[in-house]
């Protein structure tokens, strides 16, 4: 086992609110009746608890996004982390697995990551991400990775308590992951702090500045988490989209005693513990063994949550009425007709950062109506400037010049590009 203060990141559990109910996950999601939100006070207790923790805080759920707050916590960690102009994502994405693996920051100093599946709230939030994390871990869970069974207990198993020690000791979730605070305080492994919510536990450490400090020995009750805990045994595993979980038969009667929708729902699979020796399989080791399944690949071609849902054509002279007649909810694109097949290949084929106003000289500007430089006036959009990127930033104006469509083709052809989808016009 490992102090927090040996581990190269310290989560926060916002919410374990998401979209997915992935295979045996980290976060118990699908077993809560309600998901929690954590409060602005406790997150602010939280990145202000590890202002001395010399490596990487995460920002994780559930699905982090979904937290209605999540614009006000990103911009806390930015104030309070991050001290180098965030500038990620400007230039159109066609391959956004290649991107974050090429431009994501390292893990010492005083970095922040996000830990995402890519959902539609992290396109509504995709700005904020995009100026905020160093660094971020995106798994859309639709690939092929692999969950191993947590909900199974080594008493019911029949695993002796010399057996056990060496194996909880040695478990590659406290070694190789994250310690992490959840409203109910903080915790010495993430696995930890997300049982003692769904199963109303006693709570973690105060929110404190040091609390990361403390060694194993000094780890005390939350051990008793371990004991229902199978992240260190020999047990199953299955891919994390099949939504299921692997429990034993005294976890399922308690997931069914706190009304678990997927226990009552038929989503677990509960093994006979006199079949152990016929369904163990040898537990990870390291902090990546579940994506290994899966060829390391974190999100899939058919995933196009990030990319442009629709854009409103306006003409140049009469951009101002057509919005304010139409109320466009996504891209804005100011440009004659002949431009339309342009406009629409650079936003069928590339993800591009709403927070940004893209432009081709003398052809068209595009841009999104949730950009934080003018989300509060585009309903009014008679107090835009004429012209509208004299509303961005500097570094937020981005040309799509020759050289950078001829660049984008280029990747497209590396991936093959996918025809079947288009934006949608209004």
Sequence with gaps: MRSPADMIIIEIDITNA???SCSNCTRMCGHHKKPFFMGFDTFKKAVDS???FPNTIGVIGGEPTLHPEFERFANYVKEKRIITDIKL????????????????????GRNAVLLSSLNNSYYKHFETINDTFTRQLLNDHNNECLHQALLMSRK???ISDEEWIKKRNACWVQNTWSATITPKGAFFCEVAGALDMLFDGPGGWPIEPGWWRRKPEEFGEQLEWCEICGGCL???????NEELDD????????LKNIGSPKALGGRCVVHDPKDYEKFKDPTFTGNND????GGNVRTTAENRNLYPRSVLLCAVESWRERVERV????????????YKDKISWLLSNCILNPGCVYFRVGEYVVFNVNARAVRDKVRWSQILPENIMEAYPSDKRIEITDKLLEKLTGYLKQLGENKDYKVKFL
């Design 290 to 293: 579940y994506m290994v399944a």
């Design 50 to 52: 590890l202002a001395e």
């Design 18 to 20: 998401c979209e997915h």
């Design 156 to 158: 019911e198993l029949g």
């Design 247 to 254: 429990v034993t038969p005294e976890i399922f009667d308690r």
């Design 234 to 240: 020999d047990v199953p595993k299955r891919l994390s």
């Design 327 to 338: 109320d466009p909810p996504d891209w804005i694109a100011i440009a004659e007709e002949e």
């Design 89 to 108: 994502a400007r230039e159109p994405i066609v391959n956004m697995q290649g991107y974050q693996q090429f431009f994501g920051g390292g893990w010492t």
